[in-house]
């Protein structure tokens, strides 16, 4: 997916092939390799995967908290500006007005030994030069647009204080304090229990929108994705091996990858009888990586041509694009079929 | 958490089961610095053991002719007051001194360990009792303990070897109690038992040898507290006494002269510093992999 | 903090006084070294009835129960005994000498801790940075050299070669504040470079792991400087379990102290101690080195309470309501 240069929906975000590599002892370790996606405004983004995909790492890398020994190549374009030519100072400001990220442990993400009211407020007054009294009534706001109750009292809680949900929730109002156009939200329903997943995803939902924030949303729960996003892009050991609009995806995949996750999903009106579908195999380690496709191992339809040679990037319409050697005649089957199943 | 309790951490580290198969004392060797470390411990050692050999003159031996000469080929070290050749003196000072640390070593591990092990296999009552008898033993300072010690039981080689382990011993048996309290939370301990295996089979065959490597870094530490303990003690007066003289005794004679001959008191303590940090390297490399507060 | 959790320290801590006191006690009394044969000299000349009746006058030909319940009762009433030797009461030769050992030891710990801290927070600004390696080193070598080297090494430096300070004396800091200074410079100085080093490794190694920690990058993902989310996030987390290793150090000083008083002619109790060993003056020892497992166990108590107070966690789980 190209981005036209110039025009109205100007993009905002632009990753242009970025990796993440450490060096341990004689090996060189690419958990991410060469990922390339572009972000418009207020577009929801989802990168789906298994644990190990290196997702994460990903979105650590866009916002450059990832630190020696880990290396980064590539670009990462915010509004035309590569972020990993900055010096620290100018990353840090990126950080406070431009990007920031929510992460997945809430419990242990918010300092202990600080009231959550001091550390909103911290994020607040690095954003935008205001009092410290005019911080904490933004702090306070902010926190009751979370869904936090008493918001004037608990702004004097400790982190300790609050359940999983809360804290969440603490941490989103956070993430807003500064003005910010791109939210990173890396897997934050993973540690809440369903009910309160669904409450932050509509809470998250509700302030993006608001606010008209583009979003990334890295997680391993397709219903999630599936509920929040716009675009979806599947990655495996280290690349985006799929990416679509979220309705094609789940109707229409493409990748061996992608049909076989989505055979995974657990569904409530299935014969108990039968085992569980699941995908035979490990992701392979970064530092292991298949030979070829690295997903051949584990797929059900590999032939020689995949064990010795790498997939490149299939283009399959504006906003689709697989990596496999057959992805053309797979989405040509996966298209007619649906239609099929339509008429 | 009690401050007593964050002792058991910041002494024994955050103990780990062991996993690695590589033999610790390759650990130590890898490194430059543990290396070197083992290197001079091995020449302190062996100048100690093969002293009549390593020396040219005796170390008593008073020749008034040479007094104070300063360090040169025919006196390595010099002379002292006496005319006494330096070299000779501290090679068997050395000898007291790393003797004494020795002793010291065993009689410390040797209670410590048997105090720690029981009372991480007895827990309750008993494991309460041995641990308070501890926390007693170490809210009197150590050298103060030991000064009473020593002035009331003498200050002969091998009674300060055994008062100066006796002193170590409720620190070691801190460290071997968390030694043994994370083999036994580990899971190999516990299939073990779930199978059946016998608790005492398991316990000499596996869990003794596991802890061994953190209980030898801590017997290297302990050497090196005893060498400190006996060097202060002998430099007050009241530890070694003359005629026999350890590297402790050397400095207090020593430093008589430093108006005048500071190679008396140099060449000694620059020796018990080389010893202490040898022990002290070589004993947190050892452990280096088990304990990530140690070493950086 | 709540009462409950007061009151059970406290009790604990008495528990541990009162045995150490049994402890001391035990230990001078059942150890050979008769205080008598010494204060009247050659044991052969002197009479059989005379060393009974000294005995007997020094209460110490009562049972050792009993000699522990008077002494300890005396302590209670203010009564510490007489020297055995000078016949003055403890107290006298005891009380003047307190201060300037703690002086000293506060001295000692303010220095370390005033070096050890910065340092440590500006290596973990850096790590692997020049700084970092100056001071793990600085550290690596303090914990391998005996207090009373590092005093010689100063005393040559300052006192022979350069001659600036003098290496020995007292002067009261109210008297002489300069003199004081200048004299206590050395012995602080000493007993701060021995023990800044555990606390240095401490603080590094607790400030590495609170660096670790997600919420550093919580705060450096807000748009904080790495100095500022190191200062301002990291230690105060990291400063917390050191108070422990402080605690300890002080366990450390006291024995150190002695050590250090001796070589720079301190008034304090070390060298009191020091005197009263080799006279065998046990009536006087016993109660100098009770105060000093006294100061020892009152730190610890402090610390724990410190802790209970700073650790917001803490105050919850001893029972301060949320």
């Known amino acids: 997916m190209i981005a036209t240069s110039g025009v109205s929906t100007k993009t905002l975000l632009e990753v242009r092939d970025l990796s993440v590599s450490f060096r341990a002892n004689r090996n060189v370790i690419e958990p991410v390799r060469g990922v390339s996606l572009d972000l418009p405004r207020g577009r929801r983004l989802g990168i789906v995967g298994e644990s190990g995909s290196g997702k994460s790492l990903t979105a650590l890398a866009l916002m450059r908290l990832l630190h020696s020994p880990a290396r980064l190549g590539g670009q990462v374009l915010l509004d035309g500006e590569d972020l990993l030519t900055l010096s620290d100072g100018q990353m840090a400001k990126v950080r406070a007005r431009r990007m920031s990220m929510i992460y997945q442990d809430p419990m242990s993400s918010l300092n202990p030994v600080f009231t959550v009211g001091k550390q909103i407020i911290e994020a607040i007054r690095i954003a935008s030069d205001v009092s410290a009294a005019q911080a904490r009534s933004a702090a306070i706001e902010v926190l009751g647009e979370v869904g936090v109750p008493e918001p004037s009292r608990r702004i004097d809680s400790y982190p300790h204080e609050f359940s999983g949900g809360m804290r969440q929730r603490v941490m989103i109002a956070m993430a807003l304090s500064g003005d910010v156009d791109v939210l990173i939200a890396d897997e934050p329903t993973t540690a809440l229990d369903v009910t309160t997943q669904a409450r932050v995803m509509d809470l998250l939902s509700r302030v993006v929108a608001e606010r008209g924030l583009a979003v990334i949303l890295i997680t391993h729960d397709l219903g999630v994705a599936a509920g929040f996003c716009d675009e979806i892009k599947v990655m495996y050991a280290g690349r985006l091996v799929e990416s679509a609009p979220v309705d094609s995806l789940y109707q229409r995949p493409v990748h061996p990858y992608t049909e076989a996750l989505l055979g995974a999903i657990c569904q409530l009106d299935a014969d108990i009888a039968q085992p569980m579908t699941t995908i035979a195999g490990q992701p392979p380690l970064p530092g292991a990586l298949p030979r070829g496709c690295s997903f051949h191992p584990r797929c059900p339809d590999a032939v020689a041509r995949c064990t010795d040679e790498a997939p490149s990037t299939v283009h399959l319409g504006p906003a689709r694009f697989a990596e496999c050697h057959f992805a053309l005649e797979r989405a040509a089957m996966s298209d007619a079929l649906t239609s099929g199943a339509q008429s | 958490m009690t401050i007593l309790a964050a002792q058991d951490r910041a002494q024994s580290g955050e103990l780990v089961a062991v996993t690695g198969r590589r033999s610790p004392l390759v650990r130590v060797v890898r490194r430059p610095l543990g290396a070197l470390a083992l290197g001079i411990l091995v020449l302190l050692v062996f100048a100690a053991i093969a002293a009549p050999l390593v020396t040219h003159y005796p170390p008593n031996q008073i020749a008034p002719a040479v007094r104070f000469h300063g360090p040169s080929t025919a006196h390595w070290f010099g002379t002292d007051e006496l005319g006494r050749d330096l070299f000779s003196r501290v090679v068997y000072g050395g000898r007291i001194a790393l003797g004494i640390a020795f002793g010291a070593t065993v009689v410390a591990m040797f209670l410590g360990v048997i105090w720690g092990f029981i009372a991480a296999q007895a827990r309750g009552m008993l494991d309460e009792v041995l641990m308070r008898a501890v926390d007693v033993i170490m809210a009197i300072p150590l050298i103060m303990f030991s000064l009473i010690l020593v002035v009331a039981l003498g200050s002969d080689v091998v009674t300060l070897a055994v008062i100066i382990g006796l002193l170590l011993a409720p620190v070691t048996a801190r460290v071997a109690r968390a030694a043994v309290l994370s083999e036994l939370r580990a899971d190999y301990y516990q299939a073990a038992i779930a199978v059946g295996a016998s608790k005492p089979r398991v316990m000499l065959g596996e869990v003794l040898p596991n802890t061994a490597p953190v209980l030898i870094a801590r017997a290297a530490i302990v050497a090196a507290d005893a060498i400190i303990v006996e060097a202060s003690l002998s430099f007050i007066g009241l530890g070694v006494q003359p005629p026999a003289a350890s590297w402790g005794t050397l400095t207090q004679q020593g430093y008589q002269q430093i108006f005048r001959a500071l190679w008396c008191i140099g060449f000694p303590g620059v020796v018990i510093f080389l010893a202490i940090w040898s022990l002290n390297t070589v004993g947190e490399h050892f452990q280096d992999t088990l304990d990530p507060r140690g070493q950086r | 903090m709540n009462a409950r959790y007061v009151v059970r320290r406290l009790i604990t801590s008495l528990v541990m006084l009162w045995l150490t006191s049994l402890v001391i006690f035990v230990v001078l009394r059942i150890l050979p070294g008769d205080p008598v044969t010494t204060m009247l000299g050659d044991v052969h000349g002197v009479d059989a009835q005379v060393l009974q009746q000294t005995r007997h006058s020094f209460g110490l030909d009562r049972p050792l129960l009993a000699q522990y319940g008077s002494w300890l009762s005396g302590l209670f009433t203010g009564n510490f005994g007489r020297s055995y030797f000078s016949q003055e009461p403890v107290q006298t030769l005891l009380v003047p000498r307190i201060w300037p050992t703690v002086e000293l030891t506060i001295a000692a710990l303010v220095l370390a801790l005033a070096f050890a801290v910065p340092a440590a927070i500006q290596a973990a600004v850096r790590p692997r ?142 060298t009191l101690i020091i005197d009263s060993v080799s006279k065998r003056d046990y009536a006087v020892l016993q109660v100098a080195i009770l105060v000093a497992a006294v100061a020892f166990i009152v730190t610890t108590l402090v610390v724990d309470f410190l802790y209970g107070i700073l650790d917001p966690r803490l105050k919850a789980r001893t029972g301060a309501t949320a």
Do not use: C
């Open chain 3, 129 to 270: 940075g020049v700084i970092d390696r100056v001071v793990t080193t600085i550290a690596s070598l303090g914990m391998s050299v005996p207090a009373f080297l590092t005093a010689i090494a100063l005393i040559v430096v300052f006192s022979v070669k350069l001659k600036l300070l003098p290496s020995s004396g007292y002067v009261s800091l109210l008297r002489d504040p300069g003199r004081n200074l200048q004299l206590i410079a050395m012995p602080a100085a000493t007993l701060a470079f021995s023990i800044s080093a555990p606390i240095l490794r401490f603080m590094r190694a607790s400030l590495a792991e609170a660096t670790a920690s997600p919420y550093i990058r919580t705060a450096e993902g807000k748009g904080l400087r790495w100095s500022r989310v190191v200062r301002r996030h990291a230690t105060p987390n990291a400063l917390i379990p050191t108070l422990t290793v402080v605690g300890l150090t002080v366990g450390q000083l006291l024995g150190g102290v002695v050590i250090i008083e001796y070589i720079f002619s301190w008034p304090g109790i070390g």
